[in-house]
């Protein structure tokens, strides 16, 4: 391999960037072509006729029926802390949307000066929608369990009239013409949408560190980070300041902000949810889905979001219709693959961490699945090529703005981004075609395997502003496959800790089945002590 910082500033004075030394030595003190190495290693070893991952030929639309609704709980808790019970709660004359607005509102009023997970509050458009709601279902129109319940949706995401910055200055004054595919499907199910939450910039960092807006606190602990990048929502929902909260997820950015914040987190199969209106970050590894309080509450979301639309094509294919009922039907006779090597040479993760994965497992093979341990090597490879594609479709996406505009980066996302550009002339191929064998060999690997158990996160949570770090997460990215966290206890430093799940594609009602029995045995977390 040619010296990789000489290569990278060739490349980009070939692409007209003007980048300056100090980022090239940025770029090198941050670590950011640590593992160009080894992705030459891995595509090398790749037979040069090896076909694409992007060939492959997705089957044609195939219309699906509407999600069955899910049924509310008997006795709801009138605080109403999560969806089902907020959406019980109304219907049994113990709230209504307008309380329940009111009450999110004060909670923003209060804490978000200190937390910073709101971009944008729209107070008066979130009240007008709640009283909506309450006329439409005292007039017998239900629209299901997120009618009248107060939502927040991340600033990747266009809503009609607002700007969509991504947490970007060049992004700051770029208004939506029309509303993303999920937030028409949020209103469409009658939730009461109350602002857009803080990212770190242009979603490309797994922590919430922005030079523009500055960190989202974490909840628990106003010293340690969120996670990132959908660091506000998940901000938002930990804290009542919303019920339920959309992210997105390139490399992790769902599940570990919901696992630092005690949520579930839940980033869909690859196709599963139209990404239609969100700013890009990487075409081909871009996931949307839902921060929720409980396994439920994200399995309604999940319902009312999925589902093709011709705005987006990654979601026109066949696949089976996914509904939010008939998820407590246990885990007898599963088979759950418990991770013991990610082919990195190091322990997964911490001993606390370890400890949460283990009594995951120990809920899962009471409550009759078959728990054996698994190694998959092919981790190390698909998190190496994963970052790769990420990096070359984003250096693609932001080059002419990388070109006119390098100075509103904020630092970190400019070397981040400037760092792609090292890269040799066909690795986007190579990388692709690399995604083909690994995407066959784990396929092998986890043939006899409903799903995949391992950390989220290798060590505790990061002090406010410092990236997390992703390899547990972003391999399912690179394949696609379902992922969820959920909480599994505390550490000894009183912040949440989190396991993840991964099923196969399409197959998120075998992944939400098996984390609500995670859920029961282990219970959900306290909530973080608020004024």
Known sequence: MS??????????RAAAIPATDADLEGIQARGFLSRLADFERIVAGVPAETLPDYAASPAP?????????????????PSGTSVLDAAAAIRAGATSPTALLDAALARIDTLDRRLNAFQLVLADEARAAA??????????????????????????????????????????????????????RLRAAGAVIVG?????????????????????????????????????????????????ALGTDTGCSIRIPAAFCGLVGLKPTWGRTSLAGGFTLSWSLDHLGPLALTVADAAVLLAALAGPDPRDERTLRAAPAFTASR?????LGLRIGLVNDDG???????????????????????????????ALPQLDGLRVIGSAILGMEAATLHLPWLRERLDDYGEFMRQRVLANFAYASGAFVQAQQARTVLRRTIGAATAGVDVV??????GPVPAIGVPAINGLAIPFNTLGWPALTLPAGTGADGLPLAVQLVAKPWDERTLLRAAMVVEQALGRIAPPRLP
């Open 196 to 244: 857009k939450t803080r990212l770190s910039e242009f979603a490309y960092s797994p922590g919430s560190n922005n030079a523009h807006y500055g960190p989202t606190a974490n909840p628990y602990d106003h010293s340690r980070d969120t996670g990132g990048s959908s660091s506000g929502s998940a901000a938002a929902v930990a804290t009542g300041m919303a019920l339920a």
């Open 131 to 184: 009283r909506r709601a309450e006329e439409e279902l005292a007039a017998g129109h239900d629209r299901g369990p997120l009618h009248g319940v107060p939502v927040a949706v991340k600033d990747l995401l266009d809503m009609a009239g607002h700007p969509t910055t991504a947490g970007s200055r060049i992004r700051a004054g770029a208004i939506a013409a029309q509303d993303a595919t999920a937030v028409a």
């Open 453 to 458: 158990l391992l950390p989220i996160h290798p």
């Open 61 to 77: 639309l195939d219309p699906l029926p509407p999600p069955d609704p899910p049924e509310l709980p008997a006795t709801p808790d």
């Open 327 to 331: 998820l407590d039907a246990g885990v």
């Open 344 to 374: 990195s040479g190091q322990p997964l993760a911490g001993e606390e961490q370890l400890a949460a994965l283990r009594r995951a497992a120990a809920a899962l093979a009471a409550a009759g699945a078959v728990v054996d341990e698994l």
């Open 3 to 12: 010296n990789p910082i000489d290569r990278l500033r060739t490349n980009l």
